[in-house]
């Protein structure tokens, strides 16, 4: 049977030290309403939908009917859209 070659593997050499960074949480000002404009939206859509399931699609805008579910499932929609930018 013959015989396998054997590797030769090159010595280890690390890599050279990193100095550690700091990254700055704060920098972004406005990152900071994307939680109170995401939960906003999730309550107004969610409200909307029991305004009109109760008032038996009198109250919202009564011109729109049904669309009216349509508004609020939109602004859950937002609300996951807005939450997409949530760090």
């Given at each position: 049977m013959p015989k396998s070659r054997i590797r030769k593997k090159s010595d280890f050499t690390p890599p050279p030290e990193r100095t550690a960074q700091q990254i700055n949480?704060?920098?972004?000002?406005a990152r900071r309403l994307v939680a109170p404009l995401m939960l906003a939206m999730f309550l107004i859509g969610l409200a909307w939908i029991v305004v009109f399931y109760v008032t038996s699609?009198?109250?919202?805008?009564?011109?729109l009917g049904n669309w009216n579910i349509v508004v609020g499932f939109g602004f859950i929609a937002a609300g996951f859209v807005v939450s997409t930018q949530w760090k």
């Open positions: 949480l704060r920098s972004g000002g699609g009198d109250m919202p805008i009564d011109s």
